[in-house]
């Protein structure tokens, strides 16, 4: 079994920066990647970034250059960095991987956290 407790979400005006994080416990060392998904109110839910256990990173297109992912594999925690926000960023944000168990792969996601920009 895997947890991901997401954390730091918030309200910041446009232009701002926030920081969530997701951390990560249970048997993680067959988990890749670790990415973050986003879902505003009446939308689906979109990837946002992911990064893979080489550091290779991968962003939604609406996100590249102000959204930065990154892991501390000490923590076992995965960051995404939101700067110059936009009123569009508006959504519950969630921490999901994969991990490989028994032959079979397995979907893991947080409980989300709400980041709202205020225009």
């Known amino acids: 079994q895997v947890q991901l407790v997401e954390s730091g979400g918030g309200l910041v005006q446009a232009g701002g920066s926030l920081r969530v994080s997701c951390a990560a416990s249970?048997?993680?060392?067959?988990?890749?990647?670790m990415g973050w998904y986003r879902q505003a109110p009446g939308k689906q839910r979109e990837l946002v970034a992911v990064i893979f256990s080489g550091a290779m990173t991968n962003y939604a297109d609406s996100v590249k250059g102000r959204f930065t992912i990154s892991g501390d594999n000490a923590k076992n925690t995965v960051y995404l960095q939101m700067n110059s926000l936009k009123p569009e960023d508006t959504a519950v944000y969630y921490c999901?991987?994969?991990?490989?168990?028994?032959?079979?792969?397995?979907?893991?996601w947080g409980q989300g956290t709400q980041v709202t920009v205020s225009s």
């Open positions: 249970g048997s993680i060392f067959r988990c890749n990647p």
């Open positions: 999901h991987t994969k991990c490989l168990s028994v032959g079979s792969w397995y979907e893991y």
